[in-house]
Each structure stands twice: as structure tokens, then as C-alpha cells.
């Protein structure tokens, strides 16, 4: 995916039909432990908001936390959050180098774009088996920073009916939030959702647009008090 560089600032979009965002990514280096490189991505159409973000909303992730509170699983706060963030980050850029997944950081919201090529045969919501040590390799992290919820979000590109790309996002988000499951991470942790064709970040008239829109995200977000 192209990103273009900036200086952080944030552009809005103005319109009935365009929300406003501003991404900051945070790339890789030869440094993979220093969290704080940033990269910003484009805004891809009207109406799709921010390149990474959830897509459940701050109202069903504080239904979340505060679930996860009630459960007996400490908040974070103050500077403590954007801290654990950081070394969460950079344990997930350690595990995940060169493994096609890409880690974006928005605020103290970490996104793992996990492109469908890597992740699914086409047209298909079985996990490729290769993929299953990166998985592994997350699990462990989630597990070991276990005070976020996590939405698992599944994207498809434009082809096919709007109905039948709903189904296979969230047939495909299902798939991945199962696996962390069986590695041990809580499912009383994630929000799993399909966005089907609706959050595009490439072009859907090009075979390379289309590969980029097939993806899964997973979004962690910490548990705050």
C-alpha cells in the first residue's frame, strides 16, 4: 500500500457522505524496538474515514473494557497507557518483521493489516496453514499484554454482491479471532466484525488495489479506567 509522507498534521474531509481521520502509522526500521517512526495513509474515497480504525465504535469497546474490568483485569492510566502501548508495539514489530503484516499505531490503537494474500486462499475463509506461526506469534504477545480488547475486522474488495462480501469478512474475522482462541487469547476480549467492501484503502479497479482491500485488521485497544 502507497503511504505518503507528512509531517503529522491531520486533514480533514468535509461532506454529507465523508467522515474526517487522521492515520499515523508507525513504520519499520532497521530499529524494530523504537516505536516511535511515523507514517501517515491516504484517505481512499468519501465516507471511508481513517486507513486503520475501528470499526465497532468507542461505545462498544467501553462496553468491552468495562466488561473486561468487571472480569478483574486492571485499567491502565495516565502516561501508563501510552507506555504499555509502546512496548507492546515493539514487541509486535519484533515478532512480525518481515512477515507481510503491517503495524500501524493511531494514538494509543494499535492495527495489525494482515493482506488476504498471506492470511486466505481466494475466495475462501480457511486460514492458509503457513500462516498459522504469525498467528502464533501474536497470540503470545496479545497474551502477554492482556489489558486491551482486541476488534478483529475482515474487508473484502468490490467483487461479488455487497451481500456475499459482508458474509466472507466476517466468515474470515471469525477464522482469525478462533485461531488466537485456541492459542489462548480470551474471547471475552475481541470484537469480531465484517465490513465487508465498505472501508476500501486502495483502488478496486486494479488486480493490486483489490489485494490490498482483502486484508484482516486487528485492532488493540488498551482497557483504560
Same mark, same amino acid.
Given at each position: 500500500?502507497?503511504?505518503?509522507?507528512?509531517?503529522?498534521?491531520?486533514?480533514?474531509?468535509?461532506?454529507?457522505?465523508?467522515?474526517?481521520?487522521?492515520?499515523?502509522?508507525?513504520?519499520?526500521?532497521?530499529?524494530?524496538? /523504537?516505536?516511535?517512526?511515523? @507514517?501517515?495513509? #491516504?484517505?481512499? +474515497? !468519501? *465516507?471511508? $474515514? =481513517?486507513?486503520? &480504525?475501528?470499526?465497532? %465504535?468507542? /461505545?462498544?469497546?467501553?462496553? @468491552?473494557?468495562? #466488561?473486561?474490568? +468487571? !472480569? *478483574?483485569? $486492571? =485499567?491502565?492510566? &495516565?502516561?501508563?497507557? %501510552?507506555?504499555?502501548?509502546?512496548?507492546?508495539?515493539?514487541?509486535?514489530?519484533?515478532?512480525?518483521?518481515?512477515?507481510?503484516?503491517?503495524?500501524?499505531?493511531? %494514538?494509543?490503537?494499535?492495527?495489525?493489516?494482515?493482506?488476504?494474500?498471506?492470511?486466505?486462499?481466494?475466495?475462501?475463509?480457511?486460514?492458509?496453514?503457513?500462516?498459522?506461526?504469525?498467528?502464533?506469534?501474536?497470540?503470545?504477545?496479545?497474551?502477554?499484554?492482556?489489558?486491551?480488547?482486541?476488534?478483529?475486522?475482515?474487508?473484502?474488495?468490490?467483487?461479488?454482491?455487497?451481500?456475499?462480501?459482508?458474509?466472507?469478512?466476517?466468515?474470515?474475522?471469525?477464522?482469525?479471532?478462533?485461531?488466537?482462541?485456541?492459542?489462548?487469547?480470551?474471547?471475552?476480549?475481541?470484537?469480531?466484525?465484517?465490513?465487508?467492501?465498505?472501508?476500501?484503502?486502495?483502488?478496486?479497479?486494479?488486480?493490486?488495489?483489490?489485494?490490498?482491500?482483502?486484508?484482516?485488521?486487528?485492532?488493540?485497544?488498551?482497557?483504560?479506567?
Amino acid at each position: 500500500m502507497n503511504k505518503l509522507h507528512t509531517t503529522g498534521l491531520c486533514a480533514a474531509l468535509a461532506g454529507a457522505v465523508m467522515l474526517a481521520g487522521c492515520a499515523t502509522y508507525t513504520g519499520q526500521t532497521s530499529d524494530p524496538n /523504537d516505536p516511535n517512526r511515523t @507514517r501517515t495513509g #491516504a484517505l481512499i +474515497g !468519501a *465516507g471511508i $474515514g =481513517a486507513v486503520a &480504525g475501528l470499526l465497532t %465504535g468507542d /461505545d462498544a469497546v467501553e462496553r @468491552r473494557q468495562r #466488561a473486561m474490568v +468487571g !472480569a *478483574g483485569v $486492571g =485499567a491502565l492510566a &495516565g502516561a501508563g497507557i %501510552g507506555a504499555y502501548q509502546d512496548r507492546q508495539e515493539a514487541a509486535l514489530r519484533r515478532e512480525l518483521a518481515g512477515t507481510g503484516v503491517d503495524v500501524v499505531r493511531q %494514538g494509543d490503537n494499535i492495527t495489525l493489516n494482515m493482506p488476504g494474500n498471506i492470511t486466505f486462499a481466494f475466495d475462501s475463509s480457511n486460514l492458509q496453514s503457513q500462516f498459522y506461526p504469525v498467528l502464533n506469534n501474536v497470540a503470545d504477545t496479545l497474551n502477554e499484554y492482556n489489558q486491551t480488547v482486541i476488534e478483529v475486522a475482515g474487508h473484502t474488495d468490490s467483487v461479488g454482491t455487497d451481500a456475499y462480501n459482508q458474509t466472507l469478512s466476517e466468515q474470515r474475522a471469525r477464522s482469525v479471532a478462533n485461531y488466537l482462541s485456541s492459542r489462548g487469547v480470551s474471547m471475552q476480549r475481541m470484537i469480531v466484525v465484517g465490513a465487508g467492501e465498505s472501508r476500501p484503502i486502495a483502488s478496486n479497479s486494479t488486480d493490486a488495489g483489490r489485494a490490498q482491500n482483502r486484508r484482516v485488521e486487528i485492532t488493540i485497544v488498551p482497557i483504560t479506567g
